[in-house]
């Protein structure tokens, strides 16, 4: 995986710029042809908000290539028949927490979120328990070996963090941003929040709170793979870059149509499909509240690495490490081939 995967364009937009002043002609530019297969609208919650502040969402880090050493390339077997259309909300829809969409809030964590919620996924596929984990613990603990905090981290990291010092439950660690955002353009931004490695609530432990990953892992960029790593073991994290035309994204598959590059983000991929007009797509949960795109989801193209999101794919296992009464019950064997 290229180190900055993300920055698929060397356009830039002025930081000070005004994000309303290009909004309208994107918008028109996207809806007047019927063969870019998406549905632009206006927010007006993008309102006097300046592309600086809209950038604030998207907290992908271009990754240090020493990050990835020794981090396995996970592949599948291609003899492996895949669903034309999978979504895992209905395939695992006894796991509540896939279907969710959460507000990252005033802070870049886009790279936490995705991860934090793609491992309470696959907690609940693997040992059938629904379970919320700690965006704050990987937040506020991981430190510089993540990135910054809410300035913005590396995917790959995250999931090193769950193998190595586990992620403690949300019911222990809240999401230190209770209020929410009026997404984009949050204002102001909040500082990275303090470690504090000790539950809200006394009747709960940290360490026994804490659940772990059993491996951190990137999986190869060919779409076979990434489709039949969530239809084995469940939702991925995927890292993009992000244009200006996607922040009016409303509905379709998306592909990168017009405006400059803003920067790197995070999200949680979920499916694919085909759409009704024969464009294949992959289907994401963003963290942005529902206010945003389709529900708070958004589809975009498949099989042409589309602004990077097949060369960003990240994900790792859970361990049954203070599952089952602190007693491991199984080896923990990563299922995939490398």
């Known amino acids: 995986m290229p180190a900055t995967i993300w920055n698929c364009s060397r356009e830039s937009f002025p930081a000070e710029a005004n994000f309303t002043n290009s909004s309208n002609e994107i918008v028109k530019e996207v809806n007047e042809n019927p063969n870019d297969g998406w549905i632009a609208a206006f927010n007006d919650r993008f309102a006097n908000s300046t592309v600086a502040e809209f950038k604030r969402l998207l907290g992908v880090k271009p990754t240090p290539k020493n990050e990835f050493l020794g981090v396995p390339v996970v592949s599948h077997d291609i003899s492996l028949k895949l669903p034309k259309e999978f979504d895992a909300r209905t395939a695992w829809s006894q796991c509540s927490s896939i279907g969710r969409i959460l507000d990252q809030g005033h802070c870049g964590s886009c790279w936490a979120f995705g991860a934090v919620e793609s491992l309470s996924d696959r907690f609940c596929i693997k040992y059938n328990m629904n379970i919320s984990l700690s965006v704050n613990d990987l937040l506020a603990c991981c430190g510089f070996l993540c990135g910054q905090g809410c300035n913005g981290g590396y995917p790959i990291s995250a999931w090193r963090y769950f193998k190595h010092h586990g992620v403690v439950t949300e019911e222990c660690d809240p999401y230190f941003d209770n209020t ?142 203070n599952v089952f009464n602190g007693i491991n019950t199984s080896n923990d064997v990563l299922v995939s081939s490398f």
């Open 180 to 321: 929410g955002c009026s997404h984009p353009g949050c204002e102001p931004a909040y500082p990275t929040p303090k470690c504090v490695r000790k539950c809200v609530s006394g009747n709960q432990l940290w360490r026994e709170s804490k659940h772990y990953g059993v491996s951190a892992y990137k999986v190869r960029h060919d779409p076979q793979d990434i489709m039949a790593e969530v239809y084995k073991n469940g939702p991925v994290e995927v890292a993009f870059t992000v244009y200006e035309d996607f922040a009016h994204y409303k509905s379709g598959v998306y592909k990168h149509i017009t405006g400059s590059n803003i920067g790197g983000h995070a999200v949680k991929l979920i499916g694919w499909g085909t759409s009704d007009d024969g464009e294949d797509y992959w289907l994401l949960a963003n963290q942005w509240n529902r206010s945003w795109g389709d529900d708070g989801y958004f589809k975009i193209k498949r099989g042409t690495n589309e602004c990077g999101i097949e060369h960003g794919v990240v994900a790792g296992l859970p361990s049954d490490r």
